[in-house]
Every structure is written in structure tokens, then in C-alpha cells.
């Protein structure tokens, strides 16, 4: 089956500071990945996504993302993190192939991010 | 913003009353799905939509059941509340945009925070 594991469950870096985000997945064919944002009390906000080409995306917020077939790995990265990045991430993959058309997304359990001053 | 409402945004009931959560879009997707929220667990589908009237279940469906008489509206129903129900609900909506297929690009509502007592 299916799945995604993201490690760590909570990450603390200063500001300015580079992150990574880590992201393992668990699926036989060409996954279709995604990296979601969401800020306390709100709902999940897309910041990239992977689909095939070039295995480094870029996506907003000046996040970026490298996909590694070899690793099963897709970590989200940042080279210097503001104080508003401070929300929780959450990696995740669709969860059937692509011919079954449903784009049901399977989601890791989260990285809360905070940032100190 | 994708144009995703979901109602009520708050609801305190007691255990074994119904409840039924209301997703409401403006954007025309074919997909609605409704997702629950708990620490530990990231997010988990229910239940999902691929048309009107046409429903499928998730991963946790038990003690819920779904029905989309329009495409825009999606509602969740809790037919006899338990605590363990007790969670943060999301709506999300997607459409079929590369190759025809459906790419698992969510846009989320805002969320409906549910407690059972």
C-alpha cells in the first residue's frame, strides 16, 4: 500500500536560517508528489508539486523540492526561513495510479515548523 | 482563492445526535472530498466524489456517509455521533487537468471543527 512518512514531527530553526523538510514515500510507480502549507486555523495551501521532468521544482514562498527516485525522497527545502513560515507542512502522494483517475491524495503526518527569532 | 465554503465552521454536539457538515464550492470541480484532521495522523479521506450522486469511501469511512445531489455541494453526515468523531474536517476540490486525468492538485476549504461530548 500506499504511503508517506515524514520523520520528523517537529522542526525548530532560527530566522534566515536553510531548512529541510524530509519526505519519504512508499509507492511502485511514478508518484505524482505534493508539498502542502497550512498556517494555524486555516485550511492547506499548495506549495509545489511533482509530476515528471526536472526532479528539482520550485514553488512559491521560495520553497523548492527535489525528487529522488533512488532515495524515495521528496524534502522540501529553503534557504533562509522567514518568521511567517513558521505552520505545519505536510508532504503527500496520490494514492492510486494515475489511470484510476480519483486523485485521492494520501498524506504524511506532518512537520510542524518553528522559527525563532 | 478557490471558492470553497464549509459550514458550520464550529460545532459542539453529544454523542449519538446526527450531524451533517456542508461543503460548498463555486468553482465547477468534478472531485469534493472530505478529509479529517487529528495530531498524529496528518490528514485522513473519508469519504470522496467523482460526480454527481456517484461517491466512493476512504480510509476511515465508518460512521460516515456522504451525498452530492449537485456539484456543488457535498455533504458529510455523522448519523449517530461518537467521541472518537471528534476532529477537524476538511472539504477539498480538484479537477481533472492533465491528460485528462485527475492530478491530486487539492484546494481545501477552511475546515469545520467538530467536538462530541
Known sequence: AQSVTQPDIHITVSEGASLELRCNYSYGATPYLFWYVQSPGQGLQLLLKYFSGDTLVQGIKGFEAEFKRSQSSFNLRKPSVHWSDAAEYFCAVVGLPFSSNTGKLIFGQGTTLQVKP | ?117
Open chain 2, 1 to 117: 482563492d478557490a471558492g470553497i465554503t464549509q459550514s458550520p465552521r464550529h460545532k459542539v454536539t453529544e454523542t449519538g445526535t446526527p450531524v451533517t457538515l456542508r461543503c460548498h464550492q463555486t468553482e465547477n470541480h468534478r472531485y469534493m472530498y472530505w478529509y479529517r484532521q487529528d495530531p498524529g495522523h496528518g490528514l485522513r479521506l473519508i469519504h470522496y466524489s467523482y460526480g454527481v450522486k456517484d461517491t466512493d469511501k476512504g480510509e476511515v469511512s465508518d460512521g460516515y456517509s456522504v451525498s452530492r445531489s449537485k456539484t456543488e455541494d457535498f455533504l458529510l453526515t455523522l448519523e449517530s455521533a461518537t467521541s472518537s468523531q471528534t476532529s477537524v474536517y476538511f472539504c477539498a476540490i480538484s479537477e481533472a487537468a492533465y491528460r485528462g486525468g485527475n492530478t491530486g492538485e487539492l484546494f481545501f476549504g477552511e475546515g469545520s471543527r467538530l467536538t462530541v461530548l
